[in-house]
Each structure stands twice: as C-alpha cells, then as structure tokens.
Antibody
Framework: EVQLVQSEAAVRKPGESLKISCQVS????????IAWVRQMPGKGLEWMGI????????RYSPSFEGQVTFSVDKAIKTAYLQWNSLKASDTATYFC?????????????WGQGTRVTVFS | EIVMTQSPATLSVSPGERATLSCRAS??????LAWYQQKPGQAPRLLMY???TRAIGIPDRFSGGGSGTEYTLTISSLQSEDFAVYYC???????????FGQGTKLEIK
C-alpha cells in the first residue's frame, strides 16, 4: 500500500528555521517525483514545485523559488521541505504528493498534511 | 503560466440532484486535467484524471468531460458524502506545469 506520512504540526516564530518531512512507503522512492503543495488557511491549493529523489533534481514554482528548499534522504525514503527564515505569511498546511506520471502528472497519493504556524 | 478558473465559487444543491462544476483554462490544455475532492481537515483525493478517467474507487456517479479550454465535473445524484470542495488541476510535463483552480465549494441546499 502506497503511503506518504508527513511530520507533525509545527509552531515557530518569524525568522526561525523549519524542516518538515514526508516519508513514503509502498513503492520505489526513486521512481517517482515528490511534489509540495501549499494551502493557506481557508484558501486553495498552490503548487510549490517538485523534486526527483533519484538525483535530487528540483523545479520550483516561480512563486516559491528562493523561499524554500526541497531535499531528500534516499536511505530513509523521506522528502523534506525547508525554510531558513520563516515569515508569518508561511502559515499554511503543506502537503506532499506523488505525481503519477513523471515528472508532473496528476497526484494519485497525498500525505496527510503538515500544519505550520508562524507567529510572534 | 496557465490560469485555471473554476465556477461557481459555491454551488448549493439538494441531495439526490445533479451538480455540474466548471473549470476553464486560459489556454488549451489538451486534456491534461484532473479533479480532486477535499473535505475539511483532509488531504485532497484524486477523483478524475485525463478529463474523464475515474480514479480507483471513485463511484460512477462522478463523470468528467470537456476539451480545449472548457471542462466539467458532473455528479449525477448527490450523496451526503459528496458535499466538499472540488479543485481542478492542469498538469503538463514538457514544459513543466502545474496549476490548480481556486476551488468550488459544493454545499447542501
């Protein structure tokens, strides 16, 4: 059974760093890209970009380029989304998802989401 | 960037009735369209891809159609579990693209 399990909710202050995770199981991690999707409170879905676990090749949406960093650890089949300096506007739920058709198809499996709250 | 526009923003329908949700692309998207359902506090769930192919486990009261820039999701006889927010998504590999519509909230009338 394919599963994407994300890390727990996080609360941080502006300026702090954060790294959230998405651990996969049930399929070969390096065969599929992983995408990250943001959902701000009460709003819609925004595609942030994708990473290819096999070689860590990344593509960021222009809206998120330079704001976040994607990475993976192949040994533990985990993808990461990282911020070096959080802003209040980063408050959102973040989903990882698997594009069915590499690199960017429709998303057939999703993580449960990680809620990130940034406030002073 | 291709912009996806969904209408209406909110649709009020009675259980047992038919609901039709619309999604318009700013350019032709050649059938690279998916639909998702999202309930409060949950991740989105894939309903439809390639315009009209139902994902695994999706009942046949859900159907998708359209071409070019205009697409629809139809739910033939609404069940209580169908009231949720629905998103369309354009996806493309070359050039790499992914964009979502802003969502349609389907609520009980």
């Amino acid at each position: 059974e394919v599963q994407l399990v994300q890390s727990e909710a996080a609360v941080r202050k502006p300026g702090e760093s954060l790294k959230i995770s998405c651990q996969v199981s049930g399929y070969i991690f390096t065969d599929y890209y992983i995408a990250w999707v943001r959902q701000m409170p009460g709003k819609g879905l925004e595609w942030m970009g994708i990473i290819y676990p096999d070689d860590s090749n990344t593509r960021y949406s222009p809206s998120f380029e330079g704001q976040v960093t994607f990475s993976v650890d192949k040994a533990i089949k985990t993808a990461y989304l990282q911020w070096n300096s959080l802003k209040a506007s980063d408050t959102a739920t973040y989903f990882c998802a698997r594009p069915n058709i590499p690199p960017q198809g429709y998303f057939d499996y999703w993580g449960q989401g990680t809620r990130v709250t940034v406030f002073s | 960037e291709i912009v996806m526009t969904q209408s209406p923003a909110t649709l009020s329908v009675s259980p047992g009735e038919r609901a039709t949700l619309s999604c318009r692309a700013s350019q032709r998207i050649y059938g690279n369209l998916a639909w998702y359902q999202q309930k409060p506090g949950q991740a989105p769930r894939l309903l439809m891809y390639g315009v009209s192919t139902r994902a695994i486990g999706i009942p046949d009261r859900f159907s998708g159609g359209g071409s070019g820039t205009e697409y629809t999701l139809t739910i033939s006889s609404l069940q209580s579990e169908d009231f949720a927010v629905y998103y369309c998504q354009h996806y493309n590999n070359w050039p790499l693209m992914c964009s979502f519509g802003q969502g349609t909230k389907l609520e009980i009338k």
